[in-house]
């Protein structure tokens, strides 16, 4: 039996070394001169004792808001590199990567020197073949569906306006066949050759295109990954269309199934695996379920929570439970006046106050936009009006980032024999009420 070591390598085994560095007084222009020359997608540049990651995707961003390409690194918002230690078992670090924010790691020695990158790339390349799917194909994973393509005559500027993330990637068809992609590499090539963005994208595209057979097992993509260090893999059928593409997070997400099927059989042996994979679980489970801005729970949540009340609703004698819906008034003066980070702060501060209210069986969700539900178990309509209110004043009575807002609340308590739909329709008619008729109120249906 492989020891756990064969699985998960240390860092410093499976980083990339060399680290190409630039100053944080160099230019955009510099950075991309140093990104091209390398064959990379990233730079790094030092801010006084630390490093910041200079990627791609910020050269696009940047790119597409207009900004002056001479502008210093030091200039940018900095993205700082977290540090591990060369000695730190993969194993350990994979958590860190599960932060979307974290693409790339920083690799000490034992010197405490910066000495080497890990990113995705590099999880990937690590994983041995013998813990891989052998058997199943990409058909099997991609099924067969539509994928978008851009004909060659469309303008390149138009083309790069589509290209955000490094893992994206822009298919070209001539004809309705795939003639090119486009790439980030590619627009590194062209913003640093300063080429006519006005022309087709024929003229800048790579081609020919190397595709993988769909009857390509998931052992056979990775390594058609490694050895062109792809970022994705475009899939064709026995016609040679294209059917799908596969991004490196996508097969980490299966290796993580195959990692799970392998642990099952071995738990006693790799025991603190099992452990890390039930916990990405449960994390992802849980982030399936949750706003990211505000940390309320999302309308799936909420759903799912009014599906299962109604359910205890028949089976205990009929327990009364009520739904609130609140809106934010004027929401969009708020943003239009003061920019749309005040806007997520009022909507994070009214989050947070809201839930101060609430029991621990409430459940509070943000149902879309500026909106918010609360599902009440075992509170009746009096109860929960009572309840409303209590949320209206607490708002209406603090300033939020030094602004007043206020929240119109529709309440709804629920009627035998009525559907979830019927419920929020009710509450929604009520909240349309409250507002209709001068906001900063609560109504409560009929």
Not at 209 to 229: D, G, S, W, Y
Not at 367 to 375: R, V
């Amino acid at each position: 039996m492989p020891k756990i070591t064969i699985f998960f390598p240390k860092a410093g085994e499976i980083a990339h070394h060399g680290v190409v560095q630039a100053s944080g007084a160099a230019s955009i222009e510099d950075a991309v001169a140093l990104m091209e020359s390398n064959n990379l997608s990233d730079v790094i540049y030092s801010i006084g004792e630390v490093h910041a990651i200079f990627t791609v995707e910020d050269l696009m961003k940047y790119r597409h808001q207009g900004r002056n390409m001479s502008a210093s690194l030091n200039e940018l918002t900095h993205r700082q590199l977290i540090y591990v230690n060369e000695g730190d078992n993969i194993l350990n670090l994979l958590p860190l990567f599960d932060d979307g924010r974290c693409r790339y790691l920083g690799v000490k020695n034992a010197a405490g020197v910066l000495d080497g990158i890990l990113s995705y790339s590099d999880v990937l390349a690590s994983v041995d073949p013998a813990v891989m799917m052998e058997r199943r194909t990409l058909a099997d994973v991609l099924g067969k569906s539509r994928v978008e393509m851009i004909d060659a005559s469309t303008k390149t500027q138009t083309v790069l306006e589509q290209l955000i993330y490094v893992e994206d990637a822009i298919l070209i068809a001539e004809n309705g066949k795939l003639a090119g992609i486009v790439t980030a590499i590619d627009v590194i090539k062209m913003i640093r050759d300063g080429v006519d963005m006005s022309l087709p994208i024929r003229n800048y595209m790579t081609q020919p295109v190397r595709t993988i057979t769909q009857r390509a097992t998931i052992k056979a993509a990775i390594e058609h990954l490694k050895e062109n260090h792809f970022k994705r893999a475009i899939v064709v059928d026995d016609h040679n269309d294209v059917i799908g593409r596969i991004t490196q997070r996508e097969l980490i997400g299966i290796t993580y199934g195959r990692w799970a099927e392998l642990m099952k059989l071995h738990a006693h042996e790799l025991g603190e695996l099992v452990q890390v994979l039930e916990s990405k679980n449960q994390k992802l489970q849980q982030e399936s379920l949750t706003d990211p801005l505000t940390g309320a729970g999302n309308r799936r949540l909420l759903n799912q929570a009014i599906e299962a009340e109604i359910g205890r609703f028949y089976r205990h004698e009929m327990t009364a439970f009520s739904v609130l819906l609140l809106d934010i008034d004027f929401f969009k003066k708020i943003n239009d006046a003061f920019g749309h980070p005040v806007g997520d702060e009022v909507l994070k501060t009214l989050s947070s106050r809201t839930k101060r209210l609430l029991r621990t069986s409430d459940v509070f969700a943000r149902w879309g936009g500026e909106e918010f539900a609360i599902l009440l178990p075992t509170a009746d309509l009096k109860a929960a009006s009572i309840l409303a209110e209590r949320i209206r004043a607490e708002i209406a009575d603090n300033l939020i980032s030094e602004h007043q807002v206020t929240v119109s609340i529709g309440v709804a308590e629920y009627q035998r024999g009525e559907s979830q739909e019927g419920l929020l329709e009710r509450v929604d008619i009520a909240l349309y009420e409250a507002k209709n008729s001068g906001r900063n109120k609560v109504v409560t249906a009929d």
